[in-house]
């Protein structure tokens, strides 16, 4: 399981028609067991903001806080390419500003590539990311960061204009150079057109079959994510489960002097012990 995905293994992928598989992940031991499982992408998301870091969206969550987590991702991530989400903000201000912090995600974060949110208004930027030499992924479709201009958590592309200009956003931001593209909540028939047409491999959540591969939130497939799972996410695990009645367990045990036994604590030699 150790040859390290690349770009072009991600590219080639669509090519082959062998679905890409995508998961995020924020630390040392989820970056491990996603690592571990032989997840083609495993993306920093800025998810992290609410299912990790307890906000109530992705805005507020600054560059510092990505970077702290991007790091202990790639220091673990042997097979999986690690991606970075540039948070809000860092890449919206000006084309420069976005290079330098898309720099600080490679020299810093170890990270393989970037991804940012936004479609043809977004070119430019993407433009000058990959002619300094870092990948980027693009996202359009339902995008978390720009939430209170899309007026909420909706699915997008559901009129024909609408979806039109979804198809003309997936193609600029392929000719921006976007090496792939993430598709969120967009109806099934819509990303399946995005899909055929451009070359690049397109990433679905919550965007039907038809894409080129997959991606969602640990979290939330897990079911360690309380506060409300979407209508796209499949709970393969109810950790959320586990890990409380593990925890009332030792409350118990600890209260009812159960817990530690003898073999959990150490002992001095009666003879040290007489001397004291
Ligand atoms: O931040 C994130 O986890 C994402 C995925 C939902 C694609 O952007």
Redesign the pocket.
Known sequence: MNKKITITDIIDKKKAKIPIT?L?AYDYPTALLVDEAGIDII?V????AMVVLGYQD?VSISIDEMLHHVKAVTRVAQHSLVIG?MPFGSYNISVKEAVANAVLFMKEGRVSGV?L?GGTEMSPVIEAIVKAGIPVQG?IGLT?QTIAALGGFKVQGKSANAAKKLIEDAKAIEDAGCFSI?L?AIPAQISKKITESVSVPT?G?GAGADCDGQ???LHDMIGLFDRFTPKFVRQYASISKIISAAIKEYKDDVENKKFPQEKHSFVMSDKELKKL
Do not use: A, N, Q, R
């Open positions: 995508m995020t993306l998301g800025d998810s992290l992705t989400d991804k949110e996202h978390p993430v969120e990433i959540i991606v969602l939130v």
